[in-house]
T-cell receptor, first 118, second 111 residues
Framework: EPEVTQTPSHQVTQMGQEVILRCVPI?????FYWYRQILGQKVEFLVS????????KSEIFDDQFSVERPDGSNFTLKIRSTKLEDSAMYFC????????????????FGPGTRLTVL | LAKTTQPISMDSYEGQEVNITCSHN???????ITWYQQFPSQGPRFIIQ???TKVTNEVASLFIPADRKSSTLSLPRVSLSDTAVYYC????????????FGSGTQLTVLP
């Protein structure tokens, strides 16, 4: 069964450094997402991406964050200058197509990257 | 976006059937209800989705009564490996594509 993969599984960085989290979505999917989950808290939406541009972003996704699909397979999340509060699990997800009104397009999540900012 | 409410936690024993109920009083006519499962340190995983009556797959059943103001996820004969957080999600609204996760229900299966 196809699955979303993410690398690295764990990233440790110093405050103020840039990090790039990488994801390989399921190959025939059209929509890509990033979510994060701070330890012990809810899974929070960051951004969705379709047709090589951001579809939506949450208020968490400020100017420090960016996403890119540099080639036909990878989808990346960059945090330009990490802060302590960016420490969290970051999940990439992908879904096959457009959700119709009321109908939730199934999103397939990767295993996550645990980001630790020191 | 339908607001959902579900119990914070539930305990069960191996081999029992577990029913987790979610209320969604302001569900709209076209809204589906979706359930996800999350194991510790893993990403959420889709379990089941339904609109009305009953939906069954290899993992679970979902019961949605006629008024659709609640839904019940049923897990038959749970095992220890079913210990996880279970999320009942309202749908995407017409313009948003994000999933909105609440706190979910922590299911603990005991031996």
């Amino acid at each position: 069964e196809p699955e979303v993969t993410q690398t690295p599984s764990h990233q440790v960085t110093q405050m103020g450094q840039e990090v790039i989290l990488r994801c390989v979505p399921i190959s025939n999917h059209l929509y890509f997402y990033w979510y994060r989950q701070i330890l012990g808290q809810k899974v929070e939406f960051l951004v969705s991406f379709y047709n090589n541009e951001i579809s939506e972003k949450s208020e968490i996704f400020d100017d420090q964050f960016s996403v890119e699909r540099p080639d036909g397979s990878n989808f990346t999340l960059k945090i330009r200058s990490t802060k302590l509060e960016d420490s969290a699990m970051y999940f990439c997800a992908s879904s096959p197509g457009m959700g119709l009104a009321g109908y939730t397009d199934t999103q397939y999540f990767g295993p996550g990257t645990r980001l630790t900012v020191l | 976006l339908a607001k959902t409410t579900q119990p914070i936690s539930m305990d069960s024993y191996e081999g029992q059937e577990v029913n987790i109920t979610c209320s969604h009083n302001n569900i709209a006519t076209n809204d589906y209800i979706t359930w996800y499962q999350q194991f510790p340190s893993q990403g959420p995983r889709f379990i089941i989705q339904g609109y009305k009556t009953k939906v069954t797959n290899e993992v679970a059943s979902l019961f949605i009564p006629a008024d659709r103001k609640s839904s019940t996820l049923s897990l038959p004969r749970v095992s220890l490996s079913d210990t996880a957080v279970y999320y009942c999600l309202g749908p995407l609204d017409s313009s948003a594509r994000q999933l909105t996760f609440g706190s979910g229900t922590q299911l603990t299966v005991l031996p």
